[in-house]
């Protein structure tokens, strides 16, 4: 739907837009996406491995408490802010409002 790759061999600045950067001995290649829509997949030989870990695993509600405790956003800002928990983006911001009972989220109701 949209996105493009693009193969750099020296390394330099990130155009606008990348979202993924894969390293490699010769060079590295990006992914550019300026709608968030491209979707990158991994395939391994070995499905028993873990790719990537999960984020959230080792993440005690206590942290999670101290750290919201620190910001002054709205409750799915803080959800969607990929610096404080990677993976969760709008949809599912809102389906954790709405599963929650709670209606912090004006574009989760309908």
Partial sequence: M???LLWQTAAGPLPPH????VS????????????RFA?????AEAPSAALIENPLEGL???RLREIARTRRLPVKNFL???????????????EILHG???????????
């Fill in 2 to 4: 949209t996105g493009r």
């Fill in 18 to 21: 990348t979202r993924l950067v």
């Fill in 24 to 35: 490699f001995p010769s060079g590295r290649l990006l992914l550019i996406d300026p709608r």
């Fill in 39 to 43: 979707t990158f997949r991994v395939r």
């Fill in 60 to 62: 005690p509600a206590g």
């Fill in 80 to 94: 969607m802010d990929q610096r404080l928990i990677a993976g969760i983006g709008n949809i599912y911001a809102c």
């Fill in 100 to 110: 929650r009972g709670t209606w912090f989220c004006p574009s989760c109701q309908g």
